[in-house]
C-alpha cells in the first residue's frame, strides 16, 4: 500500500425489502462544488471526485434504481462518508444519536469534520444503545431482525460505529469505518505506516478510547475471524480483496 492512498469503501446489501447502503462516499454534489469540501481537506487529502465513482453511479452501474436504496447506515457523519446521501434523498439515514449530536452540535475540532450542507435534507433515523450484545460488543439492531447492526466504536468521533451485516451463510461482515485505517492496525503486533498512524491521531476525537477499540478489535479478530470479516473505510487492499 502507498501511504497516502485511501479510498472510501461503501458497501451495498441487498434485501427483500429494498437496498441498504452502508456510507457513501462523496456524493455528485461534492463533485459539482468541490469548493465546499474546504480548500484544506482538497489539499491534504486530493480526492479523485469521478462521478463514476459516487455510491449513487456504481448502484446504477449495477443495474438498479437509486430509488431502490431505501436505507442508509452511516458508521460515522465525517464529510468523506455521508456526501453521497443526497443522491438517496428518498432514504432512511440510519445513524447512532450520539454522532448526530456531535455534528450538530460540534465542539473544538469537530467543526472541520463535518458539513451540514451534505445532510442537512436527510431522513434521519436515530439510534441509541440498548445493551444488546453481539458477540462480545455492545451493539443496535438497525431495521426488523438482527440481521444489521450499529455497533458502537467510539473515538475516532463522538458517535462512531462500525456497521455488522449477517451474510446468507450466517458469517457476518463487519464494516468498521474509521476505527482504524490500515490493515496492519489490526495485525499482532501492529504494524501501521507511520503517516498513517499519525494522521488517525490527529484525527481522533479521542485517542484513549480510539486506541482501546481498536485492540478490542484486534482481539476481536483472533477469536472471531472465521466467522467476521472486517474491513475499513479507507484501506484499498481491503477493498481489492473484495472485488473479482
Known amino acids: 500500500m502507498l501511504v497516502g492512498r485511501m479510498v472510501a469503501h461503501c458497501l451495498l446489501v441487498e434485501r ?36 463514476n465513482e459516487t455510491a449513487a453511479a456504481q448502484v446504477a452501474a449495477l443495474g438498479y434504481d437509486v430509488a431502490d436504496v431505501r436505507d442508509i447506515v ?5 464529510l468523506d462518508h455521508v456526501g453521497g446521501v443526497s443522491d438517496f434523498p428518498q432514504a432512511r439515514v ?8 456531535a455534528a450538530r ?33 455492545e451493539s443496535v439492531t438497525v431495521l426488523d ?22 451474510e446468507g451463510d450466517g458469517r457476518w461482515l463487519l464494516h468498521a469505518g474509521d476505527a482504524y485505517f490500515h490493515t496492519g492496525d489490526l495485525a499482532e503486533p501492529p504494524t501501521t505506516p507511520r503517516l498513517l498512524k499519525i494522521t488517525q491521531n ?20 483472533a477469536e472471531h475471524g472465521e466467522q467476521v470479516r472486517i474491513f475499513s473505510a479507507h484501506d484499498p487492499t481491503e477493498l481489492a480483496a473484495f472485488l473479482p
Open 202 to 221: 490527529i484525527l481522533g476525537q479521542d485517542n484513549a478510547v480510539r486506541l482501546n477499540n481498536q485492540e478490542r478489535l484486534r482481539r476481536f479478530q
Open 16 to 51: 427483500p425489502e429494498g437496498l441498504l447502503l452502508v456510507d457513501t462516499g462523496f456524493g455528485s454534489a461534492d463533485i459539482a462544488d468541490s469548493n465546499r469540501l474546504g480548500r484544506a481537506f482538497k489539499s491534504v487529502m486530493r480526492p479523485l471526485l469521478d462521478p
Open 145 to 166: 431482525g438482527d440481521d444489521v447492526l450499529l455497533v458502537p466504536l467510539h473515538g475516532h468521533s463522538r458517535g462512531h460505529a462500525a456497521v455488522a451485516v449477517r
Open 94 to 101: 440510519h445513524v447512532y444519536a450520539t454522532e448526530l449530536e
Open 74 to 78: 452511516l458508521t460515522h457523519l465525517d
Open 105 to 137: 452540535h460540534p465542539r473544538g475540532m469537530e467543526h472541520g469534520r463535518y458539513l451540514p450542507v451534505q445532510w442537512q435534507a436527510a431522513k434521519f433515523v436515530e439510534h441509541v444503545a440498548e445493551g444488546d450484545d453481539w458477540l462480545g460488543f
